[in-house]
């Protein structure tokens, strides 16, 4: 007879007859998958302290982990006070011109005299930066801004000061008559583009009047639209197109004017035509107008 301890049986070594398997012991020795310490991992690696892993790995990952950068971090505080529309992307242009030709905002270090916080930084920053677009005929509301988010009067001139001297050094003084022409093309071409879409289903005659009716409504809120238009007595942030962009402002005329002609059933296929990606509220807006109209439970 002969013992094999590797695989745990007695055998005979003339015949091959097998005496035995019951050499080894079952309770220390298990073949793989029979106990729940030998299942497959999951995943690679093992979880150690609950999770958290060796204080060194926890650095690595935080380390990697992305962050906002410091235009983004602006571009939130500007989203935060300023309505959308070209007043909004003005300020961070103007944001990010001055980061890449002028100097890294982030290396801005001099003395304030609020509370010297890194959000207060940032927020003299930006205010300074939507004060400084007066200079380029887009008014805006710098001064409630600073009030709003208590920036110190001294520390909000200095910031204007930086940001309109950039403004003048590389773009020189503002061309008011260019500006508002530009406005105009911008309007207009957006205005044809829908009076094109929305002949297709209502036909080029109504299409036109339904151009005409935009222009109209445009005109009677100081937009740039017509030859002989006169500019607005007040600041253009206090009309109702002032602080929208060219865009959204045809868009919205259009509206308008189809409410005129009761068109509100139209409204949503052209919306999924032409409309801004900004829209889509304007449209639930004004066909909510439209049915209170035709019931009768709003004037005009």
Known sequence: M?????????????????????????????????????????????????????????????????????????????????????????????????????????????????????????????????????????????????????IDHIDFVKSRKRFRNYVAGNFGLTDREGVRNQRKREILHNLGRIRDILAESVGWELASAVYEEAIEELAEHYEPVTDDQEEPIGAIHNTKYGTKSSEIAAWEAALVAMTEFGLAGSMRWLERRVAPTSGGNLTSRYIKRAAALASGSEEE
């Open 2 to 150: 002969k013992e094999d301890y590797e695989i745990g049986e007695v055998v005979c070594s003339d015949c091959g007859l097998v005496e035995t398997g019951k050499l080894l012991d079952p309770a220390g020795h298990s073949g793989f998958g029979e106990e729940t310490h030998n299942t497959k991992s999951s995943e690679l690696g093992s979880k150690i302290g609950k999770g958290r892993g060796p204080r060194s790995i926890r650095r690595a990952t935080k380390k990697n982990k992305p962050k906002k950068s410091y235009l983004q971090k602006l571009y939130s505080l500007v989203d935060e006070v300023v309505p959308e529309g070209r007043i909004r992307q003005a300020v961070k242009d103007l944001l990010r011109s001055y980061d890449d030709g002028e100097k890294k905002l982030w290396r801005l270090r001099g003395k304030l005299r609020g509370d010297g916080t890194p959000v207060y930084r940032q927020k003299t920053l930006v205010v300074g930066a939507v004060a400084a677009l007066n200079v380029a005929c887009m008014p805006n509301e710098a001064g409630a801004i600073k009030e709003r988010w208590g």
